[in-house]
């Protein structure tokens, strides 16, 4: 017996026992809203999509060509879209693809002061928000593909027509949601350890399984891809990752995924010196990578701030900021350290931002984490802050180089250039861009590729085209031949854009409540019917 079924027959139960007063309502209608909203709750979705990506993270460890992938939506809609155009293109399948929310584009879009750069200074709350909305388009999304599969069920009763009635059911009965798995981005967890908690609870309760946490310092937090970066101690990190798996926990989430990122490739700076239990600890690792110099007694000077390393009084170098110094080169070493205890713990995958998007340096990076935990697996970030085709030309441009070949035609400082897009060089970057995701999965472990801004970028770029071409000579042509005229014939969805907004959900509704004396919008004279 399909769920369906078996809520016709729960409803049926309580309409008899209910009597006369319940005459008029539907058990199947009943049922078909039921099946409409099979989340019903934040936490269910939570609990589901947890499910599902340890399921994922379990079906990687086999097998390394089942990477998973997701871009980043700033809206709703924009999520149910791309969610729609995946089952759309994908034989109505959405494994092993996601949603990433990226705290750039939160502050950058979705804050009360307007635009802001990403230093953690928009409002708190905006993100579980958007978390919120997001489910709440993908939500809508089932219940509008499974209205029209239930309109059209009713029209094959209607013609008799059993084999097709039958195949519409079949349909129903086994319809793929178009919710999944969403990467959350907690930045550096918006103040202290209860904070952080506080927020991680009601991401999660928005629906959230996977919170992705970086070791900046909360109020000095910058873009991953930006200068300025500070780190803190791991004992100040690991205090936030356990807030995250108590607030998991809490919350019956048990499955909960949680992601460490690590900044320091491209943090030079640290706020602490980490305090030193014994030689050989964490505080006393950390420590070790300050740039330092050893003095006398005699030497220090007032205010100096001082410790003991290996039995000689050292001076950590203080900027006028207050800041502590890393010496220079340490970023692959700091990495590897903060990825290894991280795993230690409790986080479930990494996330190491890098400065370029280079197969052989997440390798690297990965193959020393791997010595320790050999199953670690790692989050990377496809940054649209990386000039890709720029970076991929130069290591084309190298690896000719290396091999011996002629690269007299070309200037490697220029080669964005549009006049190198037929060459052959061209060709080869671009063939490692289109691999890149598979080859770092399988050399660098890589479980989850994806990009944070895609939408932002875009948004933009498809505005940009229509304001050019409806503003000027093209005028209502620009809009015709540019959009909608691809949207038809793309059989995009919202160009239907009355029943994306739920208008035909609404008439179904209208038609349970008052049979027929509903006055629907979807009549005759509804002219989205020229879209039919």
Not at 126 to 134: I, K, M, P, T
């Amino acid at each position: 017996m399909s769920t369906l079924d078996a809520d016709i027959q729960a409803v049926a139960s309580l309409k008899e026992q209910a009597g006369s007063s319940w005459d008029a309502i539907n058990p199947e209608s009943a049922a078909r809203m039921r099946a409409q909203n099979k989340f019903k709750t934040g936490l269910d979705i939570a609990k589901y999509t947890a499910d599902i990506m340890r399921a994922d993270m379990a079906a990687f460890d086999k097998d390394k060509t089942k990477y998973t992938q997701s871009l980043g939506c700033w809206h709703g809609f924009i999520g149910q879209q791309k969610m729609i155009s995946i089952k759309k293109h994908f034989n109505g399948q959405t494994d092993r693809r996601y949603l990433y929310l990226s705290g750039w584009m939160v502050a950058a879009l979705r804050s009360e002061f307007g635009p802001l750069p990403d230093q953690s200074m928009h409002e708190k709350t905006s993100v579980a928000d958007l978390v919120r909305e997001l489910y709440t388009f993908l939500r809508q999304a089932d219940a509008r593909e499974l209205g029209g599969l239930f309109r059209a069920l009713d029209a094959a009763r209607e013609a008799g027509d059993t084999a097709e009635e039958a195949k519409i059911q079949d349909q129903i009965d086994n319809h793929v949601t178009h919710v999944v798995p969403i990467v959350a981005d907690i930045d550096a967890g918006f103040g202290n350890a209860e904070a952080t908690y506080l927020m991680a609870k009601q991401m999660i309760e928005a629906g959230a399984c996977c919170l992705q946490i970086e070791n900046q310092v909360a109020d000095e937090k910058q873009c991953g891809h930006q200068d300025g970066k500070v780190t803190v101690p791991h004992a100040d990190f690991h205090t936030k990752l356990r807030a995250l798996r108590y607030a998991f926990l809490e919350l019956g989430v048990d499955n909960g995924v949680i992601v460490a990122r690590t900044d320091s490739e491209g943090a030079g700076l640290t706020k602490e010196i980490a305090v030193v239990k014994e030689r050989g600890d964490q505080g006393d690792v950390y420590n070790s990578f300050l740039d330092v110099e050893e003095i006398d007694v005699a030497d220090m000077a007032e205010g100096d701030v001082c410790f003991n390393r290996n039995g000689k009084l050292v001076r950590p170098k203080r900027l006028p900021s207050g800041l502590y110094q890393f010496r220079q080169g340490t970023g692959h070493e700091r990495c590897v350290f903060d990825c290894i205890e991280a795993i230690n713990a409790g986080a479930d995958l990494l996330w190491i931002e890098t400065a370029v998007p280079t197969v052989h340096e997440i390798k690297g990076m990965m193959d020393d984490v791997r010595k320790v935990h050999p199953d670690a697996k790692l989050v990377y970030n496809n940054s649209p802050s990386f000039n890709w085709t720029l970076n991929f030309r130069q290591q084309a441009y190298d690896a000719m180089v290396e091999a011996g070949e002629d690269v007299s035609a070309y200037d490697r400082a220029n080669l964005m250039s549009a006049e190198y897009d037929e060459t052959a060089l061209a060709a080869a970057a671009d063939a490692r861009i289109k691999t890149f995701q598979a080859d770092t999965a399988r050399e660098a472990n890589v479980f989850h590729h994806l990009i944070t801004l895609p939408t932002y970028h875009t948004a933009a770029l498809s505005t940009d085209n229509l304001a050019k071409e409806y503003f000027g000579e093209q005028a209502m042509l620009g809009y015709v031949a540019g959009v909608q005229r691809k949207e038809i014939r793309q059989g995009i969805a919202c160009v239907k854009h009355q029943n994306m907004s739920g208008s035909d959900m609404g008439d179904d509704h209208k038609e349970y409540y008052a049979g027929e004396l509903a006055l629907k919008a979807g009549g005759a004279k509804n002219t989205s019917n020229q879209f039919n």
